[in-house]
């Protein structure tokens, strides 16, 4: 609203208040529809948002900076190079075993194996124990394991090949539900039993990327026959820090809190971690699997960290897509989730995350309203492109500094939507305005022409009459014209309707033309003819003078209506007065009423003059062609004819 003290300015602002109750109440619903219509969204969140809720996650993630690996995490990489030296993939079991051998001899805490060994070596067969090789590598631990959980539709499968399950008390506010907080799995692809039973520790490998195949959440949890196990990432961090105490504490149906030690790790309702990438593939160092099989790595490469062995040659990767990169090792995902674990600097969603954005639709709905309500759809535009500006760096921000994820979706929908909302409203009440503008404009005008008509009865009945069934000719007369292209940009409907309208007034200009001149019963002398064809430039005078007492801007209307009053005796040959205009010189409204003024003239009976008939009348006309009259004007004239004749005859009734 605008403050007692403080005068509109003459732009153009919403209603409001003080313009009536009405508008300003439209203008709130429209704004604070679209509002609502988003806070719902936020609160259900319905699927066919969640490719948007993607997009922008995304957006946020590639905006925000990305941290550097804490360097405490190595990738080991069985790649193409290692390949060509070694032999082909998969390699015998004794070769993994002197890798793993090697790490652990270089001083690696953990290795991480990315690989499962769910069959025997194909050596086996020959006597060679390849196998057992690998068991032995296996057995003076820090080696931890990789197995797959599967979820089909089959009953599941009890089974003794999963090992090192975590033990995990379940800690639950009273007030929350009891839904299992973890994915379930119903079978296991498993390393051979030997494996699994010299390893230090296991953990499974599953990161499945959402429907749009961009991998931005992995589970750390899952349940397999009533027990509960970890990622590899996390079995790998729980051993390196001997962690003895874990814990899962649910905050609510969307958010956990995983406890390893002092560690306090962001989960959501099904145990997923949101991941923060430290940018596109190949930011962990790699070693090659040949360099560490031939002794050409430093030492300190691998001292007290943290190896995960992986494949990335061409034919055996894993890769998956994610917000900074389309081609992402699978090792380098566990690498990721281990380094988040390390350094403690997660992507985390607020506890009350969809109450908080919901709250924000709301509240940026309302302030929307209200500033655009006080400052006017422009200003209030610009305020809050500035909030919505402010909104999203706000979030970025807070995402890069905190981890936590706040998504602008919704509130940007809210702002978006209450802004369109409330300038349709803003066009509505406007149009509805201007309407009611045009239509009282419309009636003062029709008002104005039937008074100075009426001033024109009183001094001459035919010329009163003779104004009014001209407007009826010109309407007709003029629509016939506006379908030949050459007239049709100027003679719209619009235009036809305002033509047709001050038509009458063409012979305004008589009212200063002497009595014993206008109404002399016989033929004029060369004097009073002289004074009769005064009336173009009296009437053009009338319409000049009250447009300077008023103040009033030459708009269309009167710039048509001294057309019409100035020129409607205008020749085509340039013969007629008072300018002896010629041809094309002549505005279109006086070449149409130039026809229609003769045409009525010479059809209607006068005390000194005999009424021609109406086909007469017609080939009067067409006999002018090209002389009196424009040609074009003259061929509508023709086609229209007979609507003439009609127009006249119901004018005698």
């Given amino acids: 609203m605008i403050p007692a003290a403080r005068q509109p ?75 060509s030296a070694i032999g082909q993939w998969p390699w015998r079991r004794d070769v993994m075993g002197d890798l793993i051998t090697r790490l652990r001899d270089l001083g690696a805490s ?45 009953p599941e499968k009890p ?19 009891t839904d299992v907080p973890f994915f379930h799995a119903t079978a296991a692809i498993c390393n051979l039993p030997a494996l699994t039973q010299a390893a230090h520790a296991s953990g499974f490998l599953n990161a499945a990327p959402d429907p749009d195949g961009i991998l931005r959440r992995v589970p750390l949890l899952m349940e397999f026959n009533g027990r509960v196990y970890p990622s590899l990432a996390a079995a790998a961090i729980t051993a390196a820090t001997a962690v003895r105490n874990p814990a899962l504490h649910i905050a609510n ?36 699997a040949v360099d560490v099989l031939n002794s050409r790595v430093s030492p300190a490469t691998f001292t007290n960290k943290l190896v995960f062995v992986g494949t990335t040659a061409l034919g055996t990767r894993e890769v998956v897509a994610t917000p900074l990169d389309t081609l992402f090792a699978g090792v380098e995902v566990q690498a990721t989730v281990a380094d988040n674990l390390l350094q403690q600097d997660f992507i985390r969603r607020p506890e009350h995350g969809v109450a908080l954005e919901t709250q924000a639709v709301l509240g940026v709905g309302a302030l929307a309203a209200l500033v655009v309500g006080v400052f006017g759809l422009g200003w209030g535009a610009v305020a809050m492109v500035a909030c919505l500006a402010a909104l999203w760096m706000g979030t970025i921000s807070l995402l890069s500094t905190d981890g936590t994820f706040f998504s602008p979706l919704f509130p940007t929908a809210g702002l978006f939507g209450a802004l369109a909302g409330m300038t349709v409203a803003q066009f509505t009440v406007e149009r509805r305005r201007a309407d009611r503008a045009g239509r009282e404009k419309a009636v003062s005008q029709r008002l104005m022409v039937r008074t100075l008509l009426s001033l024109t009865e009183v001094r001459d009945a035919d010329t009163g009459r003779h104004s009014r069934r001209t407007e009826n000719y010109t309407r007709a007369l003029a629509a016939q014209l506006a379908t030949n292209p050459q007239f ?158 009609r127009i006249s005859a119901d004018g005698d009734r």
């Fill in 9 to 83: 300015t003459p732009r153009l602002r919403l209603a409001s208040p003080k313009r009536g109750r009405g508008p300003w109440r439209l203008v709130l619903l429209w704004g604070l529809g679209p509002t609502l219509v988003a806070a719902g969204l936020s609160l259900y969140r319905p699927a066919f948002v969640t490719g948007l809720e993607h997009i922008v996650y995304d957006t946020m993630v590639r905006s925000a900076p990305t941290r550097p690996p804490s360097g405490q995490i190595v990738i080991v990489d069985i790649d193409e190079r290692s390949l």
């Fill in 110 to 154: 953990i290795i991480a194996l990315d690989i499962i060994f769910a069959e025997p070596d194909r050596q086996e067969a020959f006597g060679v124990g390849t196998d057992t090789a690998l068991v032995e590598a296996l057995r003076p631990g820090r080696v931890v394991l990789g197995y797959a959980l599967t979820f089909d539709d089959a």
């Fill in 159 to 177: 089974g003794t090949c999963l090992q090192h399950p975590l033990g995990l008390p379940i800690i639950r506010r009273d007030d929350e539900s």
């Fill in 253 to 288: 149906v969307n958010t956990s809190w995983l406890v390893l030690d002092t560690r306090n790790i962001p989960i959501d309702g099904k145990s997923n971690l949101l991941l923060r990438y430290r940018g596109p593939k190949r930011t962990f160092p790699y070693v090659s």
């Fill in 488 to 645: 049709a940009h100027f003679l719209t409907p619009e235009r036809i309707d305002l033509f047709a309208s001050l038509a009458p007034l063409h012979d305004i200009g008589k009212v200063g033309v002497p009595d014993r001149v206008l109404n002399k019963p016989g033929s004029l002398t060369a004097e009073e003819l002289a004074e009769m064809r005064k009336h173009p430039d009296y009437g053009r005078e009338v319409i000049v003078r009250a447009q300077q007492d008023a103040g009033a801007v030459d708009d269309e209307i009167l710039a048509m209506a001294k057309d019409i009053v100035y020129t409607h005796h205008e020749k085509w040959d340039g013969t007629g007065y008072p300018q002896a205009l010629r041809g094309a010189e002549i505005p279109i409204v006086g070449r149409v009423m130039a026809v229609v003024d003769v045409y009525d003239a010479i059809t209607t009976r006068r005390a000194y003059q005999v009424a021609m008939s109406h086909d007469e009348a017609v080939a009067f006309i067409a006999a002018a062609r090209g002389a009196h009259f424009d040609p074009d004007v003259v061929s509508a004239f023709i086609k229209v004819s007979d609507d003439l004749r």
